[in-house]
């Protein structure tokens, strides 16, 4: 079981911008699928970006339109923890962000889990606030 713990949420206008990290621990693998989701009162929980890490550290990275170009997922494998750079955030884009993971992962691809969430592991969720 993989424990995940997000961290650098919080206030900031309209423009700016946040880094989120996901720290994960407990049972870990180099070849995983791991994504960030969010998710705000009334509506439904939303893929944002994710990574596929496979052998020899070969990676893939994927995001939903709405975000190309202002956010960047990354990892760093040395310490376990997954990240998310906002760049240009959004009124809109106030929500509760998770993290999610699935570990050790042996398919070639994970683009599909943005879209049905099918991670094993999930944070407890960082809350982005953005003002207008």
């Known amino acids: 079981q993989v424990h995940l713990t997000e961290s650098g949420g919080g206030s900031v206008q309209a423009g700016g911008s946040l880094r989120l990290s996901c720290a994960a621990s407990?049972?870990?693998?180099?070849?995983?699928?791991m994504g960030w989701f969010r998710q705000s009162p009334g509506k439904e929980r939303e893929g944002i970006a994710a990574?596929?890490?496979?052998?020899?550290?070969?990676?893939?990275?994927y995001y939903v339109d709405s975000v190309k170009g202002r956010f960047t997922i990354s990892q760093d494998s040395s310490k376990n923890t997954l990240y998310l750079q906002m760049n240009s955030l959004k009124h809109e884009e106030a929500a509760m962000y998770y993290c999610?993971?699935?570990?050790?992962?042996?398919?070639?691809?994970?683009?599909?889990?943005?879209?049905?969430?099918?991670?094993?592991?999930w944070g407890q969720g960082t809350q982005v606030t953005v003002s207008a």
């Open positions: 999610a993971a699935e570990m050790p992962y042996l398919a070639s691809t994970c683009y599909e889990k943005l879209w049905d969430a099918g991670f094993g592991s």
């Open positions: 407990g049972y870990t693998s180099s070849r995983s699928c």
């Open positions: 990574i596929w890490s496979g052998r020899s550290g070969i990676s893939s990275i």
